[in-house]
């Protein structure tokens, strides 16, 4: 499984992003996605889950209300729409694809960049 992320970038408070991440490979064997960001001098947090086959989502408390994931299965696409976003919604973000196949084994693609100004 292949994972390619994209979309950050710069944008003032208040404002949007979309991420997107493009996943190839094995996708049969993908059980959940995710998003998890990792600001500077911090640990790598869970951002929100969607599962693959039921579609059922998870957010993290600190941006529910204001991020939705969601995913494309015919363009094999996750989605990470940021709204109303906050300086402190500043950090690299990276998604991630999980398979229990032959037990649990987390897949990541490279992160991007995103920064809130004030």
């Known amino acids: 499984v292949q994972l390619q992320a994209s979309g950050g970038g710069l944008v003032q408070a208040g404002g949007s992003l979309r991420l997107s991440c493009a996943v190839s490979g094995s996708l049969f064997s993908i059980n959940v996605m995710g998003w998890y960001r990792q600001a500077p001098g911090k640990e790598r947090e869970l951002v929100a889950l969607?599962?693959?086959?039921?579609?059922?989502?998870n957010y993290a408390a600190s941006v529910k209300g204001r991020f939705t994931i969601s995913r494309d299965n015919t363009k094999n696409t996750l989605y990470l729409q940021m709204n109303s976003l906050k300086p402190e919604d500043t950090a690299f973000y990276y998604c991630n694809a999980v398979s229990v196949q032959f037990g649990r084994k987390d897949y990541w693609g490279q992160g991007t960049l995103v920064t809130v100004s004030s």
């Open positions: 969607i599962g693959s086959s039921s579609g059922g989502t």
